[in-house]
Structure formats: C-alpha cells, structure tokens
C-alpha cells in the first residue's frame, strides 16, 4: 500500500545536526512531492515546505531557511530533512507528507520523527 | 501570504450532536480555471500523524464516514461532523493548498460534552 516510512527518534545536543529520512511505497516517487511538516510539543501543524520529488527543486516556508534543507534520493525513493546548529526550540516532530497528484492537497503522511534538542 | 484562522479554538458537543468547525482565508483560495477551492481538512488524534478527511473543500477522502462534510467557497470553510461519535474526538485543522507557503489554520478540539 501507499506508505512513508520515517526514520526513528533522535535524541541531540544544542549546535548538532540531525538528518531524517522518509522513504516512500506504493507509488511512483517521483510524481507527488513530499512536504514537511513541525509540530512543537502542545501546539499546531507547521508547514516548513516541500520539494519537488521530480526536479529536486526546494520550497521554503519563511522561519525554515538557512538551517533546513530538503534532499532526495529517488533511487531509494526517499526525501530527506537535514537540520543544522540544533536550537532547544527545534524539538519537535516532523512529519514527512505526500502531496497528491489528483488534487494536490497532502493525503498521505509518515508516522512522523521526534527530535529531541537538550543538554 | 495567506492566514488561516479557526474557530471555536475548542468545542465540546454531546454524542450524536453536531459540531461546526469554521475556517478562514485571508485571501480567496478559489482556483478560477477549475472552480476548486484549493482547501482541505484534517483530522489528528493523539499520538498519531494527521489525516486527510476533506480536500477541495468539500470532497470527501475515500474511506471518510459521511457524517463528515465540508462546505463553502472563496475565503470561509466549515466542517461539519453531522452526529458526534467517541472516535471522532480530535484536533481539526484546516489548510490552504492554493498558493505556497500553505499554511494550516491552528486548529480546533472536539470533545465530548
């Protein structure tokens, strides 16, 4: 069935860097690009931007520039979230989610990442 | 950029009750070459990644039960929930696709009364 499969929670320090991995199936990878998504502890869905799963081409939301950047993978139809200089208030989930080809709203979603920031 | 807002932040109905969720666009979110509002709702439980229970507005996800409905046009949205069940107990949020950044609104708690 149609799946992103995230990678596992990541305990770091304040200054680290942490990579997480979304891997798709059941589809054609490279026709639906994949958002990401934060949600802080508490609060609501953030939407940090997509990229486009065909060019490789990035969009960022305002506040997600500079330390975040989207990758892919296509031969192992996975995108990946690189953040950088890891601040107390980067801890959050993040989820990985699939735009849809039919009507462009996000139908399918990863189980989402836990990214723990703290000394 | 567009802004989404909600309302109620919370809302608590009895079982078998109704519950009406509003969401607004700071800009019209109305595709004009297709006449879609570009516009979805979700669902999310705790514990558990959002789901897709609405999109352009009002078309249901397949799998969605028919007591959930969306409606509206341009830059005001409602989600109904015709006859509240136990499972439905959730944060709802709405989210603009029409133009990036897509921002979700922040979101409504349903409970039971």
């Known amino acids: 069935q149609v799946q992103l499969v995230q990678s596992g929670s990541e305990l770091k320090k304040p200054g680290a860097s942490v990579k997480i991995s979304c891997q798709a199936s059941?589809?054609?990878?490279?026709?639906?690009?994949i958002n990401w998504v934060r949600q802080a502890p508490g609060q609501g869905l953030e939407w940090m931007g997509w990229?486009?799963?065909?060019?490789?081409?990035?969009t960022y939301a305002q506040g997600f520039t500079g330390r975040f950047v989207f990758s892919l993978d296509t031969s192992v139809s996975t995108a990946y979230l690189q953040i950088s200089s890891l601040k107390a208030d980067d801890t959050a989930v993040y989820y990985c989610?699939?735009?849809?080809?039919?009507?462009?709203?996000?139908?399918?979603w990863g189980q989402g990442t836990m990214v723990t920031v703290s000394s | 950029d567009i802004v989404m807002t909600q309302s109620p932040d919370s809302l608590a109905v009895s079982l078998g009750e109704r519950a009406t969720i509003s969401c607004k666009s700071s800009?019209?979110?109305?595709?004009?070459?297709?006449?879609?509002?570009?516009l979805a709702w979700y669902q999310q439980k705790p514990g558990q990644p959002p789901k897709l229970l609405i999109y352009?507005?009002?078309t249901r996800e397949s799998g969605v039960p028919d007591r959930f409905s969306g409606s509206g046009s341009g830059t005001d949205f409602t989600l109904t929930i015709s006859s509240l069940q136990a499972e439905d107990v959730a944060v709802y949020y709405c989210?603009?696709?029409?133009?990036?950044?897509?921002?979700f609104g922040p979101g409504t708690r349903v409970s039971i009364k």
């Open positions: 059941g589809y054609s990878f490279t026709t639906s690009a």
């Open positions: 989610a699939r735009t849809s080809y039919v009507h462009n709203g996000v139908d399918i």
């Open positions: 989210q603009q696709y029409y133009t990036t950044p897509f921002p």
């Open positions: 352009w507005a009002s």
């Open positions: 800009q019209s979110v109305l595709f004009s070459s297709n006449n879609k509002n570009y």
């Open positions: 990229i486009n799963t065909d060019t490789g081409n990035p």
